[in-house]
């Protein structure tokens, strides 16, 4: 696939750059001028993706979380959050609303469940010990031509 234009970030996964991370996506997705709307889901869906990397995947330690943006020309934004962290043994349990790994830091269990309510495609590859992948498509109004 062609993409119309990519970009990649790598920063630490320290709680403060889930904010830079939301913004860097958003200030590159607005090529495809999106609506409000899209792109408060895109944000939004980047935040938990960044978020569950931090806390998850990372916990108290410090590694580094990347973040990729594709865009195409038929206005689809193709964005993945990637962590080498702790990973996920059991994905579909993670999946699961209301399920948290961390109880007992009062999480609420909905980060999946909000990353795929506000896009249209959300992949998750993990394994023990090799980290996290989260891959999401979020397919803009189509009433605009580039």
Known sequence: ???LNE???EFLSRSENEA?????VA???AQLDPTVEELTEIKTAVSEAVSNAVIHGYGHET????VEVKLTKDRKVIFSVTDDG???ENIEQAREPLYTSKADEERSGMGFTVMESFT????VTSAPGEGTRVVMMKQLDSAYEL
């Open 86 to 88: 702790v990973g996920i």
């Open 7 to 9: 970009m990649k970030l």
């Open 120 to 123: 249209d495609r959300m992949e």
């Open 20 to 24: 830079f991370a939301r913004a860097a």
């Open 63 to 66: 590694g580094r979380v990347t």
């Open 27 to 29: 200030a590159f997705a």
């Open 1 to 3: 696939m062609e993409y």
